[in-house]
């Protein structure tokens, strides 16, 4: 399926573990539970990773979509 916007993208994801890399050099990785039209998002059983090894368990987090550098479905 081709993808004609971002949100598009977003849409499939949903329900779907991601990789959220973040300006300050963090990486979360989750399900994606909801977004909204800023990329604001909330990921579920959230796991932030560093240096490709789980550093801590969150739980459910919530992300500012200004915050986000690249979001990449698994």
């Known amino acids: ?3 004609s916007r971002p949100l598009d993208m977003l849409n499939r994801a949903r329900d779907k573990r991601v990789i ?8 979360l990785i989750g399900k994606l539970n909801a977004f909204d ?3 604001n998002i909330v990921l579920h059983d959230a796991e932030e990773h560093e240096g490709g090894q789980l550093k801590r ?11 986000i ?3 990449s479905a698994e």
Not at 57 to 67: A, Y
């Open 57 to 67: 368990k969150l739980g459910s987090v919530f992300i500012r979509g200004d915050t």
């Open 20 to 27: 959220v890399e973040l300006k300050n050099g963090k990486v």
């Open 1 to 3: 399926m081709e993808t």
């Open 69 to 71: 550098i690249i979001i």
């Open 37 to 39: 039209i800023h990329i």
